[in-house]
């Protein structure tokens, strides 16, 4: 299985809002930090918007941050989201020919099991954990040296 380039950028960006916890992150300062376009970067944050992983807040002094707490998102709940289709073979698509084996056959009861498999262990790892892991994260996305500068979020509404 592989994942899409928009479900790998949502970690990212998901990542780089939790590594600048307390502050709201701006779409071009991580379009920056990954060496990815703006433009890419606004698609993916729509889904994630909706599905509530992130909140927007707009305006001039606007921007992104988590919608909840980044050890409560699990990367299957990204991966949710922004994958189109966990079609591992092709009897498992839409409109696919009907095989007169798909009620019986080995190999798609071998497929759903590895795909559930799979997204076991994406419900094991969160955004926090993947932070966490990497130490230097804060200076490997640029967000050390301008925290001084930069202006506090908006708390969020309390729930």
């Known amino acids: ?4 380039k928009q479900t790998n950028y949502a970690v990212r960006m998901l990542m780089y809002c939790a590594a600048n916890e307390g502050h709201l992150s701006r779409i ?3 379009a920056k930090a990954y060496g990815v376009s703006e433009l890419f970067l606004f698609k993916i944050l729509q889904p994630l918007n909706k599905a509530g992983l992130v909140e927007t807040v707009r305006g001039r002094n606007g921007g992104v941050r988590l919608g909840k707490p980044a050890a409560d998102i ?3 709940d990204v991966v949710r989201v922004t994958e189109d289709s966990f079609a591992m073979a092709e009897c498992f698509e839409d409109g ?4 007169p084996l798909v009620d019986s056959c080995g190999l798609n009861s071998a497929l759903r099991k590895a795909l559930n ?3 076991d262990v994406l419900t ?7 932070v966490k892991a990497r130490p230097q994260i804060n200076f490997l996305l640029g967000l050390t040296g301008d925290q001084a500068f930069r202006k506090p979020a908006i708390p969020a509404p309390a729930a």
């Open 74 to 76: 699990s990367l299957f």
């Open 28 to 30: 071009p300062e991580i």
């Open 117 to 119: 498999a799979f997204f």
């Open 1 to 4: 299985m592989r994942l899409t």
């Open 124 to 130: 094991e790892y969160s955004i926090d954990d993947l």
């Open 96 to 99: 696919a020919v009907e095989c």
